[in-house]
């Protein structure tokens, strides 16, 4: 989590890594719960939300992150992954906001002590994990 100016060190690899396992395990959970929760869904249904969270997880910590963390504006970049998973939240049932949230979280938390853009990474961080409690709160409200 160690920033150089305002570009984050590759040191912010094994966060990221966490983040997408933690967004894609809890967009997978969250599906299967949504699916199979009060009656019996289709497992079908389950393989497209899954083929969903798995290209949004390859956009996000394939290309988005990674590009991020090379650039000046990551805090810019997590914002707007933060800001595009609470409005993902409308269509929570695609997997789309954890795995957005956590992409903004890993990378705001990579930027957070950088010398240029912290307090976007912060606010990112901030926003990211808003979305993830909206995001379950939907899921509990879907299914009560």
């Known amino acids: 989590m160690e920033a150089t100016g305002s570009v984050v060190r590759s040191s912010s690899r094994?966060?990221?890594?966490?983040?997408?396992l933690?967004?894609?395990?809890?967009a997978a959970g969250l599906a299967a719960w949504g699916t199979f929760g009060e009656?019996?869904?289709?497992?079908?249904?389950?393989?497209?939300?899954?083929a969903i969270i798995g290209v949004a997880a390859?956009?996000?910590f394939g290309w988005i992150v990674p590009?991020?963390?090379?650039?000046?504006?990551?805090?810019a970049t997590a914002l707007v992954l933060a800001v595009l998973a609470v409005l993902a939240i409308?269509?929570?049932?695609?997997g789309l906001p954890p795995v957005l949230a956590a992409g903004?979280?890993?990378l705001g938390l990579a930027g957070w002590n950088a010398r240029s853009g912290s307090w976007l990474c912060r606010a990112a961080v901030v926003i990211g994990l808003?979305?993830?409690?909206?995001?379950?709160?939907?899921y509990i409200q879907d299914m009560a």
């Open 22 to 26: 933690l967004g894609i395990a809890l």
């Open 104 to 106: 903004a979280v890993a």
């Open 90 to 94: 409308g269509a929570f049932w695609s």
């Open 14 to 20: 094994p966060l990221v890594a966490i983040g997408a």
């Open 67 to 75: 590009r991020g963390l090379r650039r000046e504006s990551a805090g």
């Open 130 to 138: 808003f979305a993830i409690v909206g995001d379950l709160v939907v």
């Open 58 to 60: 390859l956009v996000v």
């Open 39 to 50: 009656n019996d869904g289709e497992r079908g249904e389950y393989v497209v939300v899954l």
